[in-house]
């Protein structure tokens, strides 16, 4: 494919400057990368570059995880409430019985196509 | 119904567990073959397998049961049973591989350094494990009971033996194999019988279910009342009575109970005419056959409490489970585990479509099972029940095979992963004979327990694990994964005052201790308040020991968290897969 490469490039780096601009005092990676080992041996060595950036992975994929469970709370953990509220049996069954399950699953592939995107993103970013 | 067809269904499924096991035993040479079947196992296979053990005797025979009783408010428990991967996946799934861990014991002292943290852990996996093992047993018991009329410690005592040495031959590369083709048997069991009944049930003029009102029995109807209950009646009741109620004996004598409470001797059978509304079984404080009644009696706030109980420890509880966890560790990475959730969402999410079907056609053709307190048993009478003949023979044998499958499986992902704890904590050296030993002992301990303990419905009794899983692994993982500050003295807090006091509640309310009304509910359900327990104390006792954040946490995390073509963990081209 070789339209592959051109698309997957502009979208690494807007999020290596979201992540790298994230909250918390972060340094830019900007000014220092010249002077600097590549990312990947400052991540093997351990420094608190390195650390820098394991935790910008760990924030967007923390942000993945509390949105596909917030999802989760609002159309599956609002049900109880909902079914407490006088409502014809059928509406019980077709809510539990069935129609919950395509709502989990739809939310956990959005999840995974989400975090291996982080993933891709974060390798982009510390491998070049 | 004819024993002939299920007894060969029920041996054919031995046997091909032993098989299968056997086949697996050729290729299981090392140590690490033998544990995690080296991880090589691939999405599809795995996810089948993860599937397959996951699907237990409360899945395929305790649903329906629940439903037939109490209504579609207990379809939460395979929503839950669901859900509880979702949040496994978003939360767990990749990192629990990363960190190389076989189990959960292992993940702990990784994380922590541990090794105080690690025997408690453990401590806990040989507890939940135990707490599951015991409704697969007694389900088994059940089953052939059923089936066979043998004693009900002999389904038991098989589907242990047949765990015991297909675990102890081949390890986890045989059990991956075992549990793949018993996912698709046990779903292949519960579909085909489904389509025949409905069609069956079309063809009578698809009368409907209904759960606000007592049933109503369709046809003349005997029942045999196996344990002493307590019936509750609003209205005056003409029955047939051959044997004790309210310590009146008769003998065939047609009697006209008043309204009230009767107390039925257990061996009594009671013949009710056609059109009679079956009497309710009276719950009292100390008959766990009450457990789940909150969830489904609409008394004020019992019961949106106690669902979101049985919510919160599905949805948080299944990450914590030994079986559950321990197969995390044969996917080939991080990201493969990932896909092997979603694929896993996929084939629960269709199974749970089905046993919903056997609930609500079991209230309908079978209702009269709620006064014998075998509503377990629902699934497996449907055939004979609606169809009849040699049909009818058939599709219950093909669903005894199924309920088999069911026990065996689970049964042996359980035994699997207790044993590998027993091997590694309790066992003094860690060879392969160990493992067997351990093996041994992983059975042996819920199968005495299961003789004397007194039979909850299965659905429940699994309900109980969870909740203890919730309370006490969830935090542990969560904060582990997610948290620099976890110290190893917050990790025992939590475990300890989470899962102690969700195993000390639940246990209590088993043995009858809890008062009526609002404290039985909530120590029945104690996820609500037990879940936040364990966060909190593990979140504030690690606050208050910072000098104990181990050094090498930093480390771990990012092994956790990063790709394996980054760690080098993996060869970068496998990783990519």
Sequence with gaps: MPEHHPPRRPRRETVTYASAHGPGAVPPPGGRRPVHPPARSEIDEQTTLGHTYVRSLMRSQLRAALTALGALALLVGSLPLLLALPAPEALVWAALGFGVYPVVWAIAHWYVRRAERNERDFTGLVER | ?577
């Design chain 2, 1 to 577: 119904m004819n024993q002939t067809y299920a007894v060969a269904a029920v041996t054919a499924v031995v046997l091909a567990t032993v098989l299968i096991g056997a086949l697996g035993l050729r290729v299981s040479r090392t140590t690490s073959d033998f544990y995690v079947a080296s991880r090589t196992v691939r999405p599809g296979l795995n996810a089948a397998a993860i599937s397959g053990e996951y699907l237990s005797a409360a899945s395929f025979l305790g649903i329906a049961g629940l439903v037939l009783v109490q209504g579609p408010a207990m379809l939460w428990y395979p929503v839950g049973y669901t859900a509880g991967y979702l949040v496994l996946l978003v939360l767990v799934a990749a990192p629990l591989r990363r960190s190389g861990a076989y189990t959960l014991s292992d993940f702990a002292e990784a994380r922590l350094e541990s090794p105080q943290v690690r025997r408690l852990a453990s401590l806990f996996v040989v507890g939940i494990g135990w707490l599951y093992l015991l409704p697969q047993l007694q389900g088994a018991g059940l089953t052939l009971e059923i089936l066979t009329g043998a004693p009900d410690w002999v389904g038991g005592l098989l589907v242990a033996l047949v765990v015991t040495g297909t675990v102890a031959a081949g390890g986890m590369r045989s059990i991956t194999f075992v549990q793949a083709f018993q996912y698709w048997l046990k779903l292949t069991a519960l579909l085909v019988p489904a389509l025949f009944l409905l069609a069956a049930w079309y063809g009578d003029g698809a009368p409907r279910a209904r759960f606000d009102a007592p049933a109503v029995l369709r046809g003349h109807t005997v029942v045999e009342v196996a344990d002493t209950v307590r019936i509750g009646l609003d209205d005056p009741l003409t029955v047939t009575v051959t044997g004790s109620v309210d310590s009146v004996a008769y003998t065939g004598r047609t009697v006209t109970l008043a309204p009230g409470t009767h107390h039925v001797l257990g061996g009594t059978s009671l013949s009710f005419a056609p059109g009679v509304p079956l009497p309710e079984r009276a719950a009292t404080g100390a008959d766990p056959l009450g457990w789940s009644q909150p969830l489904a009696g609409g008394r004020d706030g019992h019961q949106l409490y106690a669902t979101y109980g049985l919510i919160l420890a599905t949805f948080l509880g299944t990450m914590g489970l030994p079986h559950v966890a321990v197969r995390f560790y044969t996917s080939p990475h991080g990201r493969a585990a990932r896909r092997t959730t979603l694929v896993v969402l996929g084939l629960v999410g269709a199974f749970y479509l089905l046993p919903p079907l056997y609930g609500a056609l079991g209230r309908i053709y079978a209702p009269e099972l709620a006064l014998t307190g075998s509503a377990d048993a629902a699934v497996l009478v449907l055939p004979d029940r609606i169809i009849g003949g040699l049909l009818g023979d058939l599709l219950g044998a093909l669903l005894a095979a199924g309920a088999f499958a069911a026990f065996l499986s689970t049964a042996s992902g359980l035994t699997m992963s207790v044993a590998g704890v027993l091997t590694q904590d309790v066992l003094p050296s860690r060879g392969v004979r160990h493992f067997r030993l351990a093996t041994l002992l992983a059975t042996a301990v819920p199968l005495a327990v299961g003789v004397v303990a007194s039979k909850v419905p299965v659905a429940d009794a699994v309900g109980l694990a969870f909740a203890v899983s919730a309370s006490s692994f969830c935090p542990l993982l969560v904060l582990g994964i997610w948290w620099r500050r976890l110290t190893p003295p917050g990790a025992v807090a939590g475990l300890l005052l989470g899962g102690g006091s969700a195993l000390a509640a639940v246990m209590a309310t088993r043995a009858g201790l809890a008062p009526g009304g609002w404290p039985h509910t909530l120590m029945a359900w104690p996820a609500v308040w037990s879940v936040p327990l364990g966060f909190l104390s593990m979140v504030l006792v690690s606050l208050a020991t910072p000098r104990r954040i181990p050094p090498g946490t930093p480390a771990i995390l990012a092994r956790l968290h990063l790709p394996e073509e980054i760690t080098g963990t993996v060869p970068a081209q496998e990783a990519r897969r």
